[in-house]
């Protein structure tokens, strides 16, 4: 076996986000069009990410990176077409990402020219494997850069006076970074730019690669608020990866621990495993009665768009939204859902077994929550000769009928819809007169 370390626990300050609970939408901040984009094998053309912008914005995202215009052409082009066609509404941002180097800054501001608002997103990596095995740089060398970079940020705004600038800071590979230096480093970066409580800058911290447990980067997340000199001036952001599956765990949880801004990606596409996905995340808000401020009322919408735009399938059990998710073929969940839905009352707070939130509240419906296939019981018939045709069947005839049904489905395999569990009703209990 190799030898891998364990991340080192974070010390030195009062850890309390596990007390905490989120109880307000974060700032949402899209990276589809560019995180999400840079990872597929064949990137978006013009048309795709047109549709998945228009998407974005339908669903209520107010800040959107668009691509990394001075690295790429068809980023360039894009971000031209949504300032020169007017595709930006007053409320949206769009965000361009850019490397602290001069002629990547400068072509950066050239395409953002005429751009009422926008964000300009900066980064160079600081973690100690890539200061000594990638840059062969020292602590200070590496600050040196994301100094520069600030420094040059803010001269080219001041020459567009005309567009409202925010800036945002990327200490790149963070959860690999000693903590105490991305708080050095991300003070230095507020030292040039100056940033109040009225006009703040964001930090933004990644973990580029997710390398440890969700509460390790929650600890580092609470360290680096409470440590950074004017956390005042900043809008902490997280942009979390899912290298170990705990990128919506790992947002969740940075929440709690002072984060105001989560990027991320609609289904979670990005680089190798893939980025947080903003539609689980709001979800699960949403079902602790938090309001994400999103507008996810038809998620088949959301399916196909990323699905054509992105030429990515979603897996039928995605969290929240997958096909197969408001299923039930078990017969003892059968019956539990059968019973709680027959008590749940409209205005009373949701309390239904296994179904931790009504589908109808993502325009799905019930009709797909309960199916028979040979693992169900009676509990899945009951309901659906009730549902479908109005039939309640007393108990003895649920035992009689039961391993009749399950035999016609190991015959047939597979699923049985509800006619044919009626016919067989009749086949064999109702008598010919
Ligand atoms: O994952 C990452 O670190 C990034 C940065 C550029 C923010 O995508
Ligand atoms: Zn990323």
């Not at 949504?82 to 180097?101: K, Y």
Request: with cysteine; charged share 25%; aromatic share 8%.
């Amino acid at each position: 076996h190799r030898k891998y370390q364990p991340v080192e626990p974070v010390t030195g300050f009062t850890r309390t986000w596990p007390d905490r609970q989120v109880t307000e939408a974060p700032i949402w901040a899209s990276v589809d069009l560019r995180d999400g984009n840079q990872a597929l094998l064949e990137p978006m053309n013009v048309a795709q990410k047109q549709r998945l912008w228009h998407l974005l914005v339908k669903l209520g995202i107010k800040e959107i990176e668009v691509g990394f215009p001075s690295a790429s052409q068809p980023d360039y082009d894009f971000t031209r077409w949504l300032i020169e066609e007017n595709q930006i509404p007053d409320d949206v941002s769009i965000q361009v990402l850019v490397q602290a180097r001069e002629e990547l800054i400068a072509k950066t501001f050239e395409s953002l020219k005429g751009v009422k608002k926008a964000v300009v997103h900066v980064y160079n990596s600081t973690s100690r494997i890539q200061r000594e095995r990638v840059f062969g740089m020292g602590r200070d060398e590496i600050k040196d850069i994301a100094v520069r970079g600030a420094r040059w940020v803010k001269e080219y705004a001041e020459k567009y006076p005309e567009t409202d600038w925010t800036f945002q800071y990327s200490p790149e590979s963070f959860t690999s970074t000693e903590v105490d230096y991305a708080v050095e480093v991300c003070d230095a970066v507020m030292d040039v730019w100056q940033p109040t409580p009225e006009k703040r800058c964001i930090l933004n911290l990644p973990t580029t690669v997710e390398v440890g447990p969700p509460n390790h980067f929650a600890d580092q997340v609470e360290y680096f608020c409470q440590h950074l000199n004017r956390r005042d001036s900043a809008i902490i952001s997280v942009h979390t990866h899912n290298d170990r599956g705990g990128a919506v765990a790992s947002a969740e949880l940075a929440l709690m621990a002072g984060a105001d801004r989560v990027e991320g990606t609609l289904l979670g596409n990005g680089e190798r495993t893939g980025n947080m996905d903003i539609v689980t995340l709001a979800i699960n808000l949403y079902s602790q009665g938090v309001d994400p401020q999103l507008d996810l009322s038809n998620p088949d919408e959301i399916i196909q768009t990323c699905t054509e735009c992105t030429g990515l399938p979603i897996h039928p059990r995605h969290p929240w939204i997958g096909e197969l998710v408001y299923t039930a073929f078990s017969g003892s969940h059968q019956d539990a859902i059968r019973k709680s839905l027959k008590q749940q009352q409209s205005d009373e707070p949701w309390q239904v077994a296994y179904l931790p939130i009504d589908p109808t509240d993502l325009g799905r419906d019930y009709l797909a929550v309960i199916r028979v296939n040979s693992q169900s019981g009676k509990g899945g018939m009951t309901f659906l000769l009730e549902r479908d045709f109005g039939i309640s069947i007393p108990r003895w005839l649920q035992l009689e009928l039961a391993p009749i049904v399950q035999q016609k489905s190991e015959q047939q395999g597979g699923e049985l819809d509800s006619q044919i569990i009626h016919d067989l009703l009749i086949q064999h209990f109702v008598q010919d007169k």
